[in-house]
Each structure stands twice: as C-alpha cells, then as structure tokens.
T-cell receptor, first 112, second 116 residues
Framework: EDKVVQSPLSLVVHEGDTVTLNCSYEVTNFRSLLWYKQEKKAPTFLFMLTSSGIEKKSGRLSSILDKKELFSILNITATQTGDSAVYLCAVLRIQGAQKLVFGQGTRLTINP | GAGVSQSPSNKVTEKGKDVELRCDPISGHTALYWYRQRLGQGLEFLIYFQGNSAPDKSGLPSDRFSAERTGESVSTLTIQRTQQEDSAVYLC??????????????FGDGTRLSIL
C-alpha cells in the first residue's frame, strides 16, 4: 500500500531559526512529490519535484528530492511567524488514479 | 473565478440527514478531486473526475457517498444518511489536466462538516 511519512509531526522554533522538514515515501510508479502549506483553510501549493537532486527554491523556502533513498526535505531559512502552518507532503503516481497520497503533515510553530 | 470555490464553508447537520457539498473549480481545469481531512490528520483521497467522468471512485468510504460533475465544471459531493464519523473538512482541488501532465492540484478552502 502506498505510504507517505512526514517527520517531525510537530516542531516549535524561534523566529530566525532554520528548519528542515522530512518526507519519506513508498509509492509504486512514482511520478512527482509535492509540498503544500496549510494555514487555516486551503492547502497552498509550494513545490512540485520530479527529478532527483535538483533543488527548487522560492524565497526562503527550498526543497529537494532523492529518488534513490525515497525522500524529500523542505528547508525554511530565517523563519518568520508567518511561516507557522502545517506543511503537507504528497506523492503523485504515473499510472492509475491521479490522486495525491498525503502524509500526515508537520505542524510548524514559529515563536517570536 | 481566481481560485477553487467551495460552498457552504460550514455545515452543521443532524445524524441521518443528507448533505450536498459544492465545488467550483478554476476555470479551464478539466481535472477535479475530492479529499477528506479529519481533525489533525492528512488528506484522504475520495474521488477524481476527468471531465465529467470519474475513472477512480476507490476512495469513497461507503455507498452513502456519491459525487457528480456536469459541464466539466461544478461538482457536488453528496453524503446520504450522515453519520458522526463523516464529520471532517471536505476539500476540493482542480488541475489543468491529467494523463501525462505534471500539473499541481490547487485546493479550495473546504467545507467543514459537523454531524451532531
């Protein structure tokens, strides 16, 4: 059965710290891995990763995929209180259903 | 509209009643998805539509759940004879197309359903 596991489940840091969120997966016919940020309501899209070893960056956020070891990390540098959210990792398969298989999320809290 | 729109945003109903949830995808998006998110948990896939057809209904939890989509636009998710375990946030997402496409899914704000 397809599985996506995120760690840690919860993380509390101080503003200005750097954090690394982890996502490992066991999915047949892997196509891509996506990261979403969920504050109060809709998950908002952050990154889609398809190729191994290519870092994607958006401001203070960056992410990379390792298809050999079956994991991805999401880095946030110089964290701000507005980064507080649940970060969701999801995997899309090549064949069959176009559903995203989600991990349980990492709840990140940034204290001032 | 600019994003995926869902209605109602909140729904409280008594056990045993039927509910209907609505999703308006981003204009031009042919693929539409329904997910369920229970409190403190990740998202569970329910069903997806390519155009008006639903190639995968494998995530629907029981035969009390059904969904339809008309005109490659609006979709409704119906839950009959609601149970307390149906309480969750129901999220809709859309993307440009499926198949070989690598398009991200964009989510609406969800409908928070509470069954008393």
């Amino acid at each position: 059965e397809d599985k996506v596991v995120q760690s840690p489940l919860s993380l509390v840091v101080h503003e200005g710290d750097t954090v690394t969120l982890n996502c490992s997966y066991e999915v047949t016919n892997f196509r891509s891995l996506l990261w979403y940020k969920q504050e109060k309501k809709a998950p908002t899209f952050l990154f889609m990763l398809t190729s191994s070893g290519i870092e994607k960056k958006s401001g203070r956020l960056s992410s990379i995929l390792d298809k050999k070891e079956l994991f991805s990390i999401l880095n946030i540098t110089a964290t701000q209180t507005g980064d507080s959210a649940v970060y969701l990792c999801a995997v899309l398969r090549i064949q069959g259903a176009q559903k995203l298989v989600f991990g349980q999320g990492t709840r990140l809290t940034i204290n001032p | 509209g600019a994003g995926v729109s869902q209605s109602p945003s909140n729904k409280v109903t008594e056990k045993g009643k039927d509910v209907e949830l609505r999703c308006d995808p981003i204009s031009g998006h042919t693929a539409l998805y329904w997910y369920r998110q229970r409190l403190g948990q990740g998202l569970e896939f329910l069903i997806y539509f390519q155009g008006n057809s639903a190639p995968d209904k494998s995530g629907l939890p029981s035969d009390r759940f059904s969904a339809e989509r008309t005109g490659e636009s609006v979709s409704t998710l119906t839950i009959q004879r609601t149970q307390q375990e149906d309480s969750a946030v129901y999220l809709c997402a859309s993307s440009l197309r499926t198949g070989d496409s690598n398009q991200p899914q964009h989510f609406g704000d969800g409908t928070r359903l509470s069954i008393l």
